[in-house]
């Protein structure tokens, strides 16, 4: 789990603010970088979902969530499907 991290509810709470701020900015960024994929309903759903995610009481997965909304998993900021143009793949 790609977690931020330890040291309590406090701790946990800052980290889940940490990978919702890393979350967004990415999911910014791919948006950015490829308008076409943009669809009002997709985002209102994408960032419902992120906004659900800060009142979280457990850990949250950062690579988990870039997964689920297929960012690129090394947080370069573009959708997935682009990570072979740029060398992202592990």
Do not use: F, Q
């Amino acid at each position: 789990m790609d977690t931020i991290g330890s040291g309590g509810l406090s701790a946990m709470a800052d980290d889940n603010k940490y990978v919702v701020h890393s979350l967004l900015s990415e999911l910014g960024s791919a948006y950015r970088g490829d308008w076409s994929e943009m669809d009002g309903r997709t985002l209102r759903m994408e960032l419902g979902h992120i906004a659900g995610l800060l009142i979280s009481d457990t850990p949250i997965d950062l690579n988990s969530e870039r997964d689920w909304l297929r960012i690129c998993p090394k947080g370069m900021g573009h959708w997935e499907m682009y990570c072979k143009d740029y060398d992202c793949y592990e």
